[in-house]
């Protein structure tokens, strides 16, 4: 073989070399581009599982005003908040457009029931979120019970709070299936928010449509709620339920009051009952960790021939341990009218702890 033959095979074998490192760097390239857009997609998205365990022990008495008085102790789950777990997740879908879900169960922590029937008591919804506001499909909260506890004193405890004991405007359906919702995003310190849930003509069931409105800024928050109840069956039930929650809190630093208006009209789809009602409280930082707070309410009802009317009052306070754990104990007394009888009353006194995750 001549110096031009051998040259020749050389280049040859020189070209093929690097045509197929070519291809080889090529595959690699795109299995890498494969990769890292993998490696991206699983990065923007998003599962965690939360919940929240609450749980308090107390006293509870009872007088029905004709002489006869009970007194229960009882371990009890939701002195503060109705413990929970859920599973929620998030999808980055680019452009600030976000895909979401959420699962949510509410449970009793002192004997572990959950509601019957319901995987998912609390929500369950998929949705969007971006600069558009946010939009959730399925079993969620009105736009009404977003505001409905906003403005209550005694940390919205359902326990303790006098507030959720005798508001009848406490008594709407939170959080119907069959629910479309949507949020506005904040602008300047104003939002809202307006969600409907269709009764899909099914006997019983009620077409809730509600909205809100809201502000804050500075020491100032202000909530406007309304919900209405359309039951299916009007031939049995027929006026809406309508519900109006009106709130207003203001943090003077050493203080924050907290003031709450209720109605209700058509209360218990009666016509023309109606239901108003009113509370005020403060809360009283009186250290990092310790808060107390004060609270009184009153309900009056009207168009019945005699005409309840609600009142109490409680006290209670919350101590810090961590960012996730808090002690909380109080005490409420409530009172009812009661026609050809004496007033009704009931006192609770308890303490609890509650738990985030």
Not at 264 to 277: I, P, R, W
Request: net charge neutral; aromatic share 12%.
């Amino acid at each position: 073989m001549n110096f031009c033959s051998l040259l020749q095979t050389s280049c040859k074998r020189l070209v093929w070399k690097f045509l197929t490192l070519g291809v080889f760097m090529k595959k690699s390239l795109v299995a890498l581009a494969v990769l890292a857009a993998s490696g991206a997609s699983f990065a923007q998205s998003t599962v965690t599982l939360y919940g929240l365990a609450d749980v308090f022990l107390g006293s509870v008495k009872a007088d029905n005003g004709a002489g006869i008085s009970t007194t229960t102790s009882l371990l009890n789950s939701g002195g503060v908040n109705t413990s929970r777990w859920g599973v929620k997740g998030s999808e980055d879908l680019g452009g600030g457009l976000k895909a979401n879900f959420l699962l949510e169960q509410g449970f009793n922590l002192d004997t572990g029931a959950a509601t019957a029937g319901q995987a998912f008591s609390r929500q369950s919804y998929v949705g969007f979120s971006g600069g558009f506001g946010e939009v959730k499909l399925g079993k969620v909260w009105t736009a009404y019970d977003d505001v409905s506890g906003a403005s209550d004193a005694i940390f919205d405890a359902g326990a303790l709070a006098p507030m959720n004991l005798i508001f009848k405007s406490t008594g709407y359906q939170a959080n119907p299936g069959n629910t479309v919702y949507y949020a506005t995003p904040a602008m300047g310190g104003f939002g809202a928010a307006v969600s409907y849930s269709l009764d899909e003509k099914v006997a019983g069931a009620a077409a809730v449509t509600s909205f809100n409105v809201t502000y804050g800024a500075g020491p100032v928050a202000v909530q406007l709620g309304y919900q209405s109840e359309d039951i299916t069956n009007t031939a049995l039930l027929p006026e809406d339920q309508k519900f109006t929650r009106l709130g207003a809190t203001y943090d003077f630093g050493v203080a924050t009051a907290k003031l709450t208006y209720g109605k209700v009209n058509n209360l218990g789809n009666a016509t023309g009952v109606d239901t108003t009602e009113y509370q005020i409280g403060a809360d009283f930082p009186v250290s990092a960790a310790l808060t107390l707070s004060a609270s009184y309410a009153k309900s009056d009802e009207s168009g019945l021939a005699f005409n309840p009317s609600r009142k109490g009052y409680g006290i209670a306070g919350a101590y810090t341990l961590s960012k996730r754990t808090f002690l909380y104990g109080g005490y409420t007394y409530v009172t009812t009218t009661q026609a050809g009888a004496g007033d009704a009353t009931g006192s609770a006194l308890a303490v609890g702890v509650q738990h985030k995750f």
